[in-house]
């Protein structure tokens, strides 16, 4: 355990290895985490949007295969 670390060259090799970038149509940088819990989000909201406002006249069901597809899209490809 005599080893020492300098952590000014550790800090200098890891910033001259460039992130691997994702090209999403989401306008923020995104991990898959960060897209899962903004597709949870867009769940929740659209439910409460359709339970409000066109339940009366179109199925949740509608509403739970388009979030979930919504979802799957944003995590997929956000």
């Known amino acids: 355990m005599d080893k ?5 060259a550790a800090d200098e090799e890891a910033s001259a290895k460039p992130a691997p ?3 999403g149509f989401l306008p923020i940088a995104t991990n898959w985490f960060d ?7 867009l769940f929740v909201a ?3 949007l ?3 406002f066109l339940e009366q ?6 509403c739970h295969v388009i979030a979930i597809a919504l ?3 944003i995590i ?3």
Do not use: C, N, Q
Not at 4 to 8: A, I, Y
Not at 35 to 41: A, D, E, Q, S, W
């Open 4 to 8: 020492t670390v300098d952590l000014d």
């Open 21 to 23: 970038e994702r090209h």
């Open 35 to 41: 897209r899962l819990f903004i597709g949870i989000y």
């Open 46 to 48: 659209l439910e409460l």
């Open 50 to 52: 359709w339970m409000r």
């Open 57 to 62: 006249s179109i199925p949740l069901t509608v």
């Open 71 to 73: 979802g799957a899209l």
């Open 76 to 78: 997929w490809k956000g």
